[in-house]
């Protein structure tokens, strides 16, 4: 009974907070990632990168309409 006790507590921590903890890292490193995203579009002289990413989404979306 005693060691009940302690799988439960940590099965708790284990999967109630770390994967809440990492969903919550995972989301804010997203919308970190999309806020950097919309400036860079924003600016008048574009990122090569941003060029780039854009062109592969631009083939990609046009794949998808030929489809």
């Known amino acids: 009974m005693e060691n009940l ?3 439960m507590i940590g099965y708790f921590f284990g999967f109630s907070l770390g994967v809440g903890c ?17 400036a860079d579009s924003l600016l008048e ?4 990168r ?3 990413a854009l062109a592969i989404a631009q ?5 998808t309409r030929l489809s």
């Open 5 to 7: 006790w302690t799988v």
């Open 22 to 38: 990492a969903l919550a890292v995972m989301y804010t490193i997203y919308t970190n990632g999309y806020k950097k995203g919309v």
């Open 45 to 48: 002289k574009q990122p090569k």
């Open 50 to 52: 941003y060029v780039e």
């Open 59 to 63: 083939k990609k979306l046009n794949k």
